[in-house]
């Protein structure tokens, strides 16, 4: 069974300071990883995926993220942020038996202050 | 944006009544799904889709039916709604590729209110 922790359920910061969001995963087998965001109201979009090949994943908007097998971690960053980085979090993992069935972290919602 | 359309986008109903959300896609994928969103929990996944009359439960199936007569849709039906089905409910779609996982695209969710 796979399964995603989302290690910090609110993270605050300020404009133009690194922002870290942690995730932490178990899986059977070699999973795909996701790192999607919600803004208020909204749908959910993909910022990036993680699917074998390099480790380090770079997406949309300037964050990228890490894939670490000796940890099962999959930390999402930005060098800078945004007040429109403000909004939900969701790491997600994806094993590919049959369905291809997305397990969800709980989210981490970001506050980003001016 | 994936074309993919939830009906309804709101809808208030009252304990016990039958309640059918709809999921409606034009992008000819394999694979859908619906999820519900309650604070806390991320979404968690209720039935999914393999293929027209291929169904599968997800791990909060309880008090939910699914159907997929034609690849297009997706319905998803509370069969006698209670409080704790209050919730927002995305449909989600994806395509089989033959390249290892892909990403699903969401919609827009529908919000259920129980009373």
């Known amino acids: 069974a796979q399964s995603v922790t989302q290690l910090d359920s609110h993270v605050s910061v300020s404009e133009g300071t690194p922002v870290l969001l942690r995730c932490n995963y178990s899986?059977?087998?070699?999973?795909?990883l996701f790192w999607y965001v919600q803004h208020p109201n909204k749908g959910l979009q993909l910022l990036l995926k993680y699917t074998s090949a390099a480790t380090l994943v770079k997406g949309i908007n300037g964050f990228e993220a890490e894939f670490k097998k000796s940890e099962t971690s999959f930390h999402l960053t930005k060098p800078s942020a945004h007040m429109s980085d403000a909004a939900e979090y969701f790491c997600?993992?994806?094993?590919?038996?049959?369905?291809?069935?997305?397990?969800f972290g709980g989210g981490t919602r970001v506050l980003v202050k001016p | 944006d994936a074309g993919i359309t939830q009906s309804p986008r709101h809808k208030v109903t009252e304990t016990g009544t039958p309640v059918t959300l709809r999921c409606h896609q034009t992008e000819n994928h394999r694979y859908m799904y619906w999820y519900r969103q309650d604070p806390g929990h991320g979404l968690r996944l209720i039935h999914y889709s393999y293929g027209v009359k291929d169904t599968d439960k997800g791990e909060v199936s309880d008090g939910y039916s699914v159907s997929r007569s034609k690849t297009e849709d997706f319905l998803l039906t509370l069969e006698s709604a209670t409080s704790s089905q209050t919730s927002v409910y995305f449909c989600a779609i994806s395509p089989l590729t033959g390249q290892g996982n892909t990403e699903a695209f969401f919609g827009q969710g529908t919000r259920l209110t129980v009373v």
């Open positions: 899986s059977s087998y070699s999973p795909s």
């Open positions: 997600v993992v994806s094993e590919g038996a049959a369905g291809n069935k997305l397990t």
